[in-house]
Nanobody
């Protein structure tokens, strides 16, 4: 069982930055592929970024070059640094853990956090 708790959301102006954190319980954090997803009102949840067990990152095209995912296995934490934010980045951001190969599809993830709201004003 893994519990995930996100923090760091908030309100920011377009062009600004926010840093999200996701703290995981348990002693097997390093064995999970970790992902960040977001869901805007009226839209489906979408993949934002993922990171393999050894730290290789992957990004959705619209955030490539603006967002950075990282993880600190001893601290059981995964991060999402978001720069050059745009109003279309407004959503609830959730982290998720997958004991399998990971990727961009929500159905492969076994554990989810409750989400944190990110609002970007124009």
């Amino acid at each position: 069982q893994v519990q995930l708790v996100e923090s760091g959301g908030g309100l920011v102006q377009a062009g600004g930055s926010l840093s999200l954190s996701c703290a995981a319980s348990g002693r097997t954090f390093s064995s999970y592929y970790m992902g960040w997803f977001r869901q805007a009102p009226g839209k489906e949840r979408e993949f934002v970024a993922g990171i393999t067990r050894n730290g290789s990152p992957y990004y959705e095209d619209s955030v490539q070059g603006r967002f950075t995912i990282s993880r600190d296995n001893p601290k059981n934490t995964v991060y999402l640094q978001m720069n050059s934010l745009k109003p279309e980045d407004t959503a609830v951001y959730s982290c998720a853990a997958d004991s399998g190969p990971g990727g961009r599809y929500t159905r492969f993830y076994e554990y989810w956090g409750q989400g944190t709201q990110v609002t970007v004003s124009s």
